[in-house]
């Protein structure tokens, strides 16, 4: 693997606290923030909040730790990564190039909703909400906001062009510098608004909510958290393993995931302790769907003492949440140009960001009354956006996982996936670790991931 070991030192992360806060950083992101809370609000609170711990720990974390290692161990992009460990022209590289499909169709729409955060934190700055309390004013606001095709794109814009401009910085000056600063700035901000919430009436019964067993958990209910457990970590697609690659041959993969996954679970429910005791403070419930931050926030914020400041500090920490995702799910698909096809990251960044822009604009279009929007609605019941959330949410994810998993488990060669995994971790050493983790890879996560698939058919 001389080759592999010769990647340049700027291609590697300066620090292990670089990688850690740069793949945190891409955990952490719009489904935190923004889905967490109100499917957390939908399904009745605590007894799914339980089970979702239980994915990420169960399953999510296995297979981070399967995604970094392949990373690491190929120090290649992902199709590059599975043909080196198993044949040129194996059928496994699909699992990468499916990965890349898919980060390129997430992030087209990931970047309208992160639009609608860029419009929100505009009108934090320049006052530009309805006065008082009343509900319909800030309904219709976001509904026109999602119907306007002019401030969609124009927002899609701005929020591609910052993460192809970090892209473009590489792994040190861009990717990592950013997720540094960003993560940090992000945490204070969160600590600052969880303090916030902890001042408000509505504080208790928002704890209770999240961590008391609850009676309207269901079937659907279970596989929403599976589903979101692998959105939120960013796996299934290969952007872990983009970033493990990034990492030295003997830096600890074990170790390092688990501070990930800790980081993405302090955010999510810490979200939840900043949001849900906002909207108890007024009376609001917590199950508004995905308006809930665009709609029911502001409109309780602005009714408390600070909500202006609190409104605005929490607009920015979304943004700061999905530009760091975004900027990993770009710097996914352009290392496959550079690794695979040869490209500078100039070439790649440039070309890979503005076909990304293009392929969101029908995203943008997606709450209007043209083609994209209504049209689609009639024809397949679910809007350009609505379905591109769909098939990557659903199906593209899942199906990565499984694809990852099952390589791990059955193809790598065992030897070097024993070496491998406990390679310069302590934790990864120790054996019961070890064959815990293997059979989760093996068995566990492609049968409970086919089994949530069957369901999405209709088939239980
Ligand atoms: N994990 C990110 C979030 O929670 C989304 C994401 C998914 C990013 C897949 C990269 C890859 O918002």
Known sequence: MTEQENRK???????????????????????NIWKFPYITG??????????????IVILGLPIMVAEVMIGRTTQSSPVRAFQRLSAPNSGWQVVGMLGVFAGILILS?????????????????????????????????????????RLNIWWHSL??????????????????????????????????LAVY????????????????????????????????AFFS???????????????????????????????????????????????????????????????????????????RIGLLVFFVLLLLAALTSAVSLLEMAVSFLIDSLGWSRTLAASTM??????????????????????????????????????????????????GISLFIGWRLNPQLRTLEFQDGSRLGSKSGLYSGWLLVVRWLSPIVIVLVMLYNLGFF
């Open 353 to 402: 960001g503005g076909f990304i822009y293009l392929l969101g604009i029908p995203s943008a279009l997606s709450g209007g009354s043209g083609f994209f929007g209504a049209g689609l609605k009639q024809l397949i019941g679910m809007s350009w956006f609505d379905a591109a959330d769909y098939l990557s949410s659903n199906w593209l994810l899942p199906l990565g996982g499984i």
């Open 159 to 192: 929020f591609m062009g910052i993460t192809i401009v970090v892209v473009l910085r590489g792994i040190r000056g861009g990717i990592e510098k950013f997720a540094n600063w960003g993560m940090l700035a992000l945490l204070i901000l969160l600590g600052g």
């Open 42 to 55: 939908q399904n009745g609170g605590g007894t799914f909040v339980l089970f979702y711990l239980l994915c």
């Open 233 to 307: 970590l960013s796996l299934g697609i290969g952007v872990m393993l983009t970033y493990g690659s990034y990492l030295q041959r003997h830096d600890d993969v074990v170790g390092t995931s688990i501070a990930i996954a800790i980081a993405d679970t302090i955010v999510a429910i810490g979200a939840c302790l900043v949001l849900f005791p906002i909207a108890f403070s007024v009376g609001l419930e917590p199950s508004a769907g995905p308006g809930l931050i665009f709609i029911n926030i502001p409109l309780a914020l602005l009714q408390l003492p600070w909500g």
């Open 9 to 31: 030192a700027s291609n590697h992360w300066r620090s292990s606290i670089g990688f850690i806060a740069a793949a945190a950083g891409s955990a952490v992101g719009l489904g």
């Open 197 to 228: 919430g902890a001042t408000l009436p509505g504080f208790l019964p928002a704890v209770k909510f999240l961590f008391a067993f609850s009676d309207n958990f269901t079937w659907k209910s279970a596989l929403e958290a599976l589903g979101h």
């Open 109 to 149: 729409f990931y970047s309208i909703v992160a639009g609608w955060g860029l419009h929100y934190l505009f009108l934090s700055i320049v006052g530009g909400f309805p006065q008082g309390n009343n509900p319909q004013a800030y309904t219709d606001l976001f509904d026109s906001l999602v119907q306007s095709v």
